[in-house]
């Protein structure tokens, strides 16, 4: 498994709410809980689309 910059996470922000992004390391995704959404990293590459997004559970 990849792991994602620290720096990395300090910028990147959800395309949607330009809310600050979790990182989860198990499932290889930046989650964006006010958005509802996780975004997909490939080969360590976040894929900031939100057309390639997860939508979460609603909990």
């Known amino acids: ?7 990395l996470l300090d910028i990147l922000v959800c395309p949607l709410t330009k809310t600050r992004l979790r990182y989860d390391e198990a499932a290889q995704e930046l989650v964006s809980d006010a958005a509802g959404l996780a975004y997909p990293v490939r080969d360590g590459v976040p894929i900031m689309l939100v057309e390639e997004a997860r939508e979460l559970p609603q909990s």
């Open 1 to 7: 498994m990849s792991m994602i910059d620290p720096r």
